[in-house]
């Protein structure tokens, strides 16, 4: 069931409904970018945020996007406008959440474009239903887990700890090239999240078992498009990684953002669009041929 309450307000961008849906047992926030022509399920995109941030992270890239496509932009569970349970904040917990929005928006093949955690939850999808994702979109999200990863999970609780002001005036030192708005809205994100976000997932890593993933990705047969950044700016994903990641899925390839770091969309947001729109658009145009 989806109840819709419009937004009212004006502003330059694109404006969106606002959807509130039920999904795996929770209420999911959901914005709706109609997209040109007033968008269809078979140019709709879902687009998944990374950890610690919510669906308004996606606006650099927002206009560029709904020029193509019809958007569907969440919140994840424990962010944002979403519930926040007590628990359940691991990567099943997630791609059910996503298979319940789906389900609500009566997309049987869609789109997928996932920055982080939100393309590590489009993959864990894609892993249980072969064949049914139509193409998906990964930002920087990173090919192994495990223990090495824990640091960063610690410094993201420390960041949710501060106030939104004291977390933004972070981002901005660490971020030079990010506009007040980025680091604001960064800000609200990560200092709004559900603790069990961070501790859950912290505790999963813990597991040496998870240090590399590809093991788990050996079943999607979706066409997939890893975009990523370098490792000395702050990108997530070592080349040879994603060179492994080209070779491993049948239908994968990897783009690498020379300069970009972690956040490829709010960074480099040109060449994150022209990365992924025609990626994207050719399996629109595909699914309309085979209609």
Known sequence: MVV???????????????HRIRAN????????YPGPGGGGDDASVVLLHGIGSAGASWSP??????????????????????????????LPDYAADLDGLLSAFGLDRPLLL??????????????????????????????RG????????????ALSRLSPAAAAAHYAE??????????????????????????????ANLDPEQTDRMASLVGITSPVLLVHGDPAAGGMVHPADAA?????????????????GHSIHRERPEEFLAAVVPFLAVHVREHDVKS
Do not use: K
Not at 25 to 32: D, K, P, Q
């Open 25 to 32: 047992g929770i209420t999911l926030s959901v914005a709706e």
């Open 174 to 203: 660490e971020h030079p090239d990010w506009s007040a708005e980025d680091c604001r809205r960064r800000a609200e994100g990560i200092t709004s999240v559900a603790p069990g976000v961070f501790t859950e997932l912290r505790a």
């Open 146 to 157: 495990g223990p090495g990863v824990v640091p960063s999970f610690d410094g993201w609780i």
């Open 61 to 90: 890239v927002i206009d560029g996007l709904v020029a193509h496509f019809r958007l569907l932009v969440a919140d994840l569970r424990g962010h944002g406008a979403s519930d926040r349970p007590e628990r359940g904040y691991l």
């Open 4 to 18: 819709t309450l419009d937004d009212m307000g004006s502003r330059p961008e694109a404006v969106p409904r606002q």
């Open 244 to 260: 492994r990641f080209a070779v491993t899925l049948p239908d994968a390839r990897a783009v690498r953002i020379a300069g970009a």
């Open 114 to 143: 996932g920055h982080s955690l939100g393309g590590l939850i489009a993959l864990t999808w894609a892993a249980g239903h072969p064949g049914r994702g139509r193409a998906i979109a990964l930002e920087d999200s990173t090919l």
